[in-house]
């Protein structure tokens, strides 16, 4: 068998074998297949598609071409998330000590940033001292303890999609519904959680720009969870506009904080209790929807939740940002856009403001590149909010000047207006269970 046939006959649009498949795994890992060849492969899927079987199987192929983690040791149903990706998206910050805090293990490895797409380990990282590479020993230990981790996603873990994901970004074949569902349930699968949910964003800050893409990856992606044993569930979150308010590192850890003492922004708030309400529905503490929010909500108002996130700085190192939120590395300039026009903010996008926050230095145009932890775009107003010519309109932080002013010569393109006040959707798409 050979990598060259195997891409000959997807490009003429044949349905692979399994024996084929998961020969182009083997390839990948070991480096028989070279990056010409990946690429060609990965852009004969783009073009001619994969049928759901050879979906399943691919992802299989991947979630066991390296480690597997093994959390049978703790207790419990294991609970995990994942989102697809958005701009502003800091719901793991909050949700994995607010489910935790109820008595559901939480086992949550996570990425950095790369392009418009914030990364929750780089949000961390902005916690003085905080320690995100854990061992797979420190990694369940510390859920034994304290019921949650936040790690790094360990070394040998899928090293098949590692290797996919770094041919994909560069060859434009990210964008593909069976390469990104074979992508985020190989390493949920391997990852050793009992149960998943998932944050399928749709809209112009994320991948599925419309509707009908979410709900085709988010069904795929449940249907290959429970073939594979998982409990399931997805939601598909709209990513028009920036979720919440602040967009950037240490801005949304203290945006985080905000929730978890009962305050934030109400597009946050609601996703956030919304997956959250799935996490402990499959991790079998409420029959329902109701029932989950109400045992949510009582965890924040007590201040458990709050707690169970100042145990986990604590266990991986970090200073106590939850009582002294001024250790937050903060910006050393300012500045702030106001409104040109009078009216209603008709529209935010959020892929201007993602790019903004990536001028300011607060993500990654390249995965070498450093990351300034204040830098980001704090916004005052979002669509729905009637604005006054010279009201201000968001905030942009950042250690260079020079940073701010490039970053605000472009950032008005994010805002429309409009005479009459638009109907602003529910952040809550639809959901798959």
């Known amino acids: 068998m050979r990598i060259f046939d195997i891409i000959d006959r997807k490009k003429n649009g044949n349905t692979l074998t399994d024996e084929e498949i998961r020969f182009f795994v083997r390839s990948v890992v070991d480096g028989t297949a070279s990056n010409e060849q990946i690429g060609a492969m990965l852009m004969a899927i783009v073009l001619r598609g994969m ?5 399943e199987v691919l992802t299989m192929a991947m979630a066991e071409s390296g480690d597997r983690i093994d959390l049978s040791s703790i207790d419990g149903i294991k609970v995990d998330k994942h989102s697809t990706g958005g701009v502003g998206d800091k719901t793991t910050l909050i949700l994995v000590p607010l489910v935790a805090s109820l008595g559901i293990p939480v086992a949550k490895f996570s990425g950095r940033g790369l392009g418009l797409t914030g990364g929750t380990i780089d949000k961390l990282a902005s916690i003085p001292d905080m320690h995100t590479n854990l061992s797979e020993e420190q990694f369940v230990s510390q859920i034994q303890r304290i019921g949650c981790a936040i790690a790094t996603t360990a070394r040998n873990l899928d090293p098949c999609d590692k290797k996919l994901y770094a041919i994909r970004d560069v060859t434009a074949t990210v964008d593909c519904i069976p390469l990104i569902a074979s992508s985020v349930m190989s390493k949920k699968i391997a990852s050793g959680a009992d149960a998943v949910v998932l944050d399928v964003k749709c809209g112009h800050g994320a991948f599925m720009k419309d509707v009908r893409s979410a709900r085709k990856l988010a069904e795929l992606c449940v249907k290959i969870g429970k073939k594979a044993g998982l409990r399931i569930s997805a939601v598909i979150s709209d990513m028009n506009e920036p979720l919440g308010n602040a967009v950037g590192n240490s801005l949304e850890v203290q945006e985080a904080l905000d929730v978890l003492n009962g305050k934030g922004p109400k597009d946050l708030k609601r996703l956030t209790i919304c997956l959250a309400s799935h996490m402990v529905i ?14 949510l909500q009582r965890s924040i108002d007590s201040g458990r939740a709050r707690q169970k996130f100042r145990e986990m700085i604590r ?15 903060k910006s050393r300039y300012r500045g702030v856009v106001t409104a040109e026009h009078e009216g209603y903010v008709s529209g935010l996008d959020a892929a201007y403001i993602g790019h903004a926050a990536n001028v300011l230095g607060a993500g990654r145009l390249k995965k070498e590149d450093s990351i300034d932890y204040s830098a980001g775009v704090y916004l005052y107003k979002k669509a729905g909010d009637y604005v006054k010519k010279g009201d201000e309109l968001l905030c942009l932080y950042s250690r260079s000047r020079d940073a701010i002013m490039d970053a605000e010569s472009d950032i008005r393109r994010a805002y429309t207006f409009s005479d009459e006040k638009p109907e602003t959707g529910n952040i809550i798409l639809e959901e798959k269970f």
């Open 315 to 329: 266990a991986q190192g970090g200073k106590d940002i939850t009582e002294k939120p001024d250790l937050l590395p």
């Open 51 to 55: 049928d759901e079987w050879e979906t």
């Open 282 to 295: 499959l991790g079998g503490k409420a029959k329902d929807t109701a029932e989950a929010e109400r045992l």
